[in-house]
């Protein structure tokens, strides 16, 4: 049985038995090309319910962001930040006062997961790393139960393909079964661009829908830097940053961090 998550290539099975007094021993070996995926374990709910209860909110509330005009849902009285291109004037003539048109909203707001490795010039330990890699596949998990499409891009290297991880958006059994086999057999180690790259490429791209969690336990003044330029843009943007117990930090470094960045969370563990 596999101890920890990854992708186990099975490329031979020797068959071994004998005969019925005992006295020969039969050996056959079969070739094979079978590979057993083992998915990375997911984080207890209750472990992760109270800490990112805001988090989960923010993204639900989020899902619903644009009214779609050819879906018509009703009318209500006028408020003042209404636009006038919204008033009803046959319905407002007919009850002697200003009433506007509703509609309903249309689903457009995507979630990206950002797992941003770099063991190079961090001091951060490998359990913080699988962590964070954990927590992915537990909130693509819990996002895409609310039927809120997920991406998943990470710096790390697959270590089948040789490539950088890419999961497009997607909501559906077989895209978090596709999610939790490219965090299994991803390679956290091993990069080929900086984390900075990584979140320029996202920024060039970022639109007003987009709702990024980065996930890394990195946090070099530079990557704080590009945080602060990406929450300053269209979308909305939230870091995770895993901390294990070993690592000690004191009370004002965490006070400094909380203050310096808004939506940054320490998760704990």
Known sequence: MAAQRGIYRIIGVDLISYDLFLTTKLVETVQSDARLVVYPSLVQTEEIRIPYEKLMGDVITRRFSQEDPYQ??????????????????????????WLVNT???????????????DRTMNLSNESEYERALHLA??????IEEQGIPVAVISNGMETETGRELQIPAGCSDDHIRGVWEGLAGLDTAVITRSCLEVLEE??????????????????REELIRKYLELSAGPGSVRWISPLSENRLYSENEVLDMDEKLENFMYDRF
């Open 137 to 142: 596949g537990t909130l693509a998990s819990m």
């Open 72 to 97: 018509f849902r009703g009318i209500r009285a006028y408020r003042p930040e209404d636009e006038l291109k919204r008033i009803n004037f046959k319905a407002s003539a007919k009850n002697a006062e």
């Open 103 to 117: 509609y309903e909203y249309t689903l457009q707001s995507r979630v990206r997961l950002v797992l941003l490795c």
């Open 202 to 219: 996202i920024e060039a791209e970022k639109g007003e829908d987009d709702f990024i969690i980065l996930l890394t336990p990195y946090r």
